[in-house]
């Protein structure tokens, strides 16, 4: 289960910084976050409950391309 964009959690305002937000759980800067859910810190309560939610963190899942093996040459 994946979004477009992790866009929907608390931010608050940098201080003294009018137009700069963060997260306001884990303080990272929306700009370095840049609407993934990697960007926010492993800590952070809004990636860990949507982690929790079944949302991917990344997209290169190299756990899918596991081969199938069937039970043919089954002796
Ligand atoms: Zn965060």
Redesign the pocket.
């Known amino acids: 289960m994946k979004k477009l964009y992790y866009i929907d ?1 608390p931010q608050e305002n940098l201080e003294n910084q009018m137009h700069n937000y963060r ?1 306001a ?2 303080k ?1 800067e929306t700009t370095t ?1 840049n609407g993934n859910l990697e960007g ?2 492993p800590s ?1 309560e ?2 860990i409950k949507l982690e929790n939610a079944g949302y991917d963190v990344i997209s290169n899942d190299l756990s899918e391309t596991l081969a199938l093996h069937d039970a043919d040459d089954f002796d």
């Open positions: 959690f997260c759980y884990c990272v976050i926010h810190l952070c809004y990636r």
